[in-house]
Every structure is written in structure tokens, then in C-alpha cells.
């Protein structure tokens, strides 16, 4: 009996995410277009934030070179994008980012704790001040004009990512890989010793998570009539995913999806409303979030459905 629970468990959730899925499939054909574009900004939102878990989750490294790998993918589609196809350019960025990614890796990932949080932003400073300074000086322009496609394409592409991401990430978490990772982020020095390339795989995986952040600026950046330096390698980028990672939990997928989706939700609202105090908010609620559920807002929803102290 234990074990039909189980499995009619299992096949509700995967039917629940199966309608989910059909439900944003079909969204442009029902909703308003103000929805749509709302909804393609969440999943940007969430592709980072669950792009960040895939390598800092279980290894503990805190990056914050997010922005930075999004701008190249901005970058990309803004160089690329008027003489190539779009699904090439949003490769293309992608697998920018993934190289850029591993040499940084290869470069960084031996430093540990707070010196590895600094060097990470330190790269996506160095790339927006060197970008700008060679507009400023070089090129004689500053910002680059992008070719603009439609939202419902921008959309189709963003959901296409999303579920790529997704998949992908779930199958790193249970994979080797994974546990590898895991056991990096508990004990490095054990780790290695027990014959785990430490290095190789967090490289990689370092990379491989800046792949779908690359991929999601070069279609984002279509979005935008013009960008620069400043707006492709915005700082506010690397530090989102790691709030919304934190505010959702980072234990299980589930928690930077939910964090992600909040947060973002969050984010349209307050600085609608409070555009000059909505990241003071922001971090009231990540003080309340650090401080009485360390497991994130999944974390708590698990323990109450286990029927666990309230």
C-alpha cells in the first residue's frame, strides 16, 4: 500500500508539472501580451537562479559572476545578431559563456571562501569597465544597437532554456557528478583524497551552468532596442540568483524555482511602487528568510507537509 502511495505520489506530480507545462505553452494564445512579457522576465529570473544552484548549491561556492556571463550572452546576440539566425546566436552566446566560464574556472576555482566571492565579481566589473572604456576610447560609441524580434519569440525561447536548464540540473544533482559535488561542498580536502578530480568537475560544472546564463542574455538582449556595458553586466544580476537561491532553498530544485518565481513577482511590484526603497525590502525579507527559515521558504513547506513542528 506504502508503495501504490509512492507511485500515485510520483505520477501526480509529474502529471502536475506535465499541465504546467502545457498551460505556459499555450499562454501567448490566451493571456495579454503585458502577461506574457511579465512571465518571459520570471523565467529569465529563474534560469539564472536555478543556472547559480547547479554549481554553487552543492559545492558551497558562493559566485557572483552571474552578470558576467550574461552580458557576453548580450553581447553575442548584439555582434551576431543581424547576420546570423536567432537559434544560432542564442547558441552562440551560450557556448561563449561556457568557455569564458572555464578558463575563469581553471583560474579561480582553487581560491575558496570569501576570496572566491570577490574575485567572481571582480571579473564581471573588469569586463563591464574594459568594454566601456574601449567604446569610450577605441571605438568612439558607446553601446551597440540589437536586432528586435517578437515576445512571443523571445518567450518560446526563454520556456525552451527554461526546460532545458531544468532537465539538465536534475540530472547533474543525481548523477555522480552530483554527489561529487556534494561531497566537494562538505569536505574538499576528504573529497580528493577519496580520488574525486575535484577541479576537473567543478570546472565544468562551473562552466556548464554559465552556458544557460549565456544563452538567456543573448535572447533577452533582443528585448532591448540598445545595450551598453552597464546595462549588459549589470551587478544587480549577480546578486539576484543568489537571494532568490537563498529565499527559495537550495536543498531541492524546487526552492530557487519558487524563490525565483517570488522574487522576481516581488521585484515588478516594489519597484513599481517603491522604486527608490524595494531593495531595502528585499533584504528585510532575506534577514527574516536567513534568520527563521534556513532552509529556505521549501524547506518550510516540506517540513509542514511531513507534518513536521510548525
Known sequence: MEGFNVITKKHFIVGGIFLILILLFLMPFYAKPYL?????????????????????????????????????????????GKTLPLTVVVVTGGFASFILAFFIGLLTLRLRGMYFI??????????????LWWETNVTGTVGRWVVMVSHNTVYYIILTIFMITFIIAYIIRRSRVG?????????????????????LIKTFTFAISALFMGSTGAIMATRWTYI???????????????LMAIFGGTIHLYGP??????????????????????????????????????????????????????
Not at 570577490?118 to 568594454?131: A, D, G, N, P, Q
Open 36 to 80: 506574457v512579457i511579465s512571465l518571459t522576465n520570471i523565467l529569465m529570473y529563474i534560469i539564472l537562479t536555478v543556472s547559480w544552484v547547479i554549481f554553487s548549491g552543492p559545492t558551497h561556492y558562493i559566485s557572483l559572476a552571474s552578470a558576467a556571463f550574461f552580458g557576453v550572452g548580450i553581447y553575442t546576440s548584439a555582434l551576431l
Open 118 to 131: 570577490i574575485f567572481t565579481f571582480s571579473i564581471s566589473e573588469l569586463i563591464r569597465h574594459s568594454l
Open 228 to 242: 551598453d556595458p552597464r546595462i549588459a553586466f549589470d551587478p544587480h544580476l549577480s546578486f539576484m540568483p543568489v
Open 179 to 199: 554527489l561529487a559535488l556534494r561531497c566537494i561542498g562538505e569536505q574538499e580536502e576528504a573529497a580528493i583524497h577519496i580520488g574525486i578530480n575535484s577541479t
Open 257 to 310: 524555482l519558487l524563490g525565483a518565481t517570488i522574487f522576481a513577482y516581488l521585484e515588478e511590484i516594489l519597484t513599481t511602487k517603491f522604486p527608490y526603497y524595494y531593495m531595502l525590502l528585499f533584504g528585510a525579507i532575506l534577514i527574516v528568510v536567513i534568520l527563521f527559515l534556513p532552509h529556505g521558504l521549501f524547506g518550510m513547506i516540506q517540513k509542514r507537509l511531513k507534518g513536521g513542528p510548525k
